[in-house]
């Protein structure tokens, strides 16, 4: 091929566009993204922090839960307790993982234990099935 030939093309498809094809609506791209943040077909507590039985945890702890799906938030604010005269716990939701702030210090040399009732939900409509415990000690 010579060389005007191929200017010729390459002028034809820069000029007509026609090296690209047209790009098209994806709904298939919408519908997967829930899967695709998943880490299981269940919806289950896939680890904590502190973790389970965990010992000199700081006074004022980031407490974690992540879970193996999305999370709906709407479904936590009234099904986690905290054990133990817990402060108030400040939470907020980031796909899979609830964030738990205490309000204030917690106590000394004390085990707290955090249950997840049943009724969490994933963003697919799963419920959490069973109620989690997992409990820490502070230093």
């Not at 880490?39 to 407490?63: A, M, R, Y």
């Given at each position: 091929?010579?060389?005007?030939?191929?200017?010729?093309?390459?002028?034809?498809?820069?000029?007509?566009?026609?090296?690209?094809?047209?790009?098209?609506?994806?709904?298939?791209?919408?519908?997967?993204?829930?899967?695709?943040?998943?880490?299981?077909?269940?919806?289950?507590?896939?680890?904590?922090?502190?973790?389970?039985?965990?010992?000199?945890?700081?006074l004022l702890p980031t407490?974690?839960?992540?879970?193996?799906?999305?999370?709906?938030?709407?479904?936590?604010?009234?099904?986690?307790?905290?054990?133990?005269?817990?402060?108030?716990?400040?939470?907020?939701?980031?796909?899979?993982?609830?964030?738990?702030?205490?309000?204030?210090?917690?106590?000394n040399a004390?085990?707290?234990?955090?249950?997840?009732?049943?009724?969490?939900?994933?963003?697919?409509?799963?419920?959490?099935?069973?109620?989690?415990?997992?409990?820490?000690?502070?230093?």
């Amino acid at each position: 091929m010579g060389r005007h030939s191929l200017k010729l093309i390459l002028s034809c498809c820069v000029f007509f566009g026609a090296c690209l094809p047209e790009p098209e609506p994806n709904v298939l791209g919408i519908l997967v993204v829930p899967y695709l943040t998943q880490t299981s077909d269940q919806f289950l507590v896939e680890s904590t922090f502190p973790s389970n039985g965990q010992t000199f945890v700081s006074l004022l702890p980031t407490i974690s839960i992540t879970f193996t799906q999305l999370v709906e938030s709407s479904s936590i604010t009234a099904n986690i307790n905290c054990a133990s005269s817990c402060p108030t716990l400040n939470g907020s939701t980031n796909l899979r993982t609830v964030t738990l702030l205490p309000a204030t210090n917690l106590n000394n040399a004390t085990t707290y234990t955090i249950t997840l009732d049943a009724n969490i939900k994933s963003t697919l409509g799963f419920n959490l099935g069973s109620d989690y415990n997992f409990s820490f000690s502070t230093e």
